[in-house]
């Protein structure tokens, strides 16, 4: 859980990075929903190379999953800057 907001080009970022590298392990999914400054809320899927950020309604507090296999557990952490 994370209370920090995102933009939605710093989450399509962090997505890229998760897809596109295994400096995190083999990420074979993540989803989750993030705030937003703006106070809108990003909703977001990743299923290996493809992800979609779509926009939703609102919920109490920031989430994100990440699934992998031999994943670096705090580098997505990092990677989203939760803490």
Do not use: C
């Amino acid at each position: 859980e994370t209370v920090r907001t995102y933009g939605e080009e710093e989450l399509r970022q962090i997505l890229e990075k998760l897809s596109n590298s295994e400096e995190y392990g083999i990420i074979l999914r993540a989803k989750g929903m993030l705030k937003t400054e703006s106070k809108e809320w990003l909703y977001f899927d990743l299923v290996q190379e493809y992800y979609e950020i779509r926009k939703g309604q609102p919920f109490y507090t920031g989430r994100f999953w990440v699934v992998g296999s031999k994943l670096e557990e705090e580098k997505p952490r990092d990677l989203f800057h939760a803490e």
